[in-house]
Nanobody, 116 residues
């Protein structure tokens, strides 16, 4: 069984930066298929960044060039570096592991608030 725990959220001013961490307990199937989602109040949960096949990455257009997903395989940890934050980035951010028929796992979420 896989458990995902996010951390690193908080309150930051526009233009600031945060680094989110997702620590995975248990043995994950692969880094490929792991990613970050977010959900703002009253909106649908949306993909932010994800590792695709071969360790490649994909990003939502709204965060491309500002956010970077990375990993530390030895620590079973996935990161999301968020720079040049905007108020519209305010949301609960969720770590996700999606491996087809092997399961779809979610962390508990961490709040990111961008406000002056």
């Amino acid at each position: 069984q896989v458990q995902l725990v996010e951390s690193g959220g908080g309150l930051v001013q526009p233009g600031g930066s945060l680094r989110l961490s997702c620590a995975a307990s248990g043995t994950i199937f692969s880094i490929d298929g792991m990613g970050w989602y977010r959900q703002a109040t009253g909106e649908q949960r949306e993909l932010v960044a994800v590792f695709t096949s071969g360790g490649n990455t994909a990003y939502a257009d709204s965060v491309k060039g500002r956010f970077t997903i990375s990993r530390d395989n030895a620590k079973n940890t996935v990161y999301l570096q968020m720079n040049s934050l905007k108020p519209e980035d305010t949301a609960v951010y969720y770590c996700n592991g999606k491996w087809g028929g092997r399961g779809d796992y979610w962390g508990q979420g961490t709040q990111v608030t961008v406000s002056s």
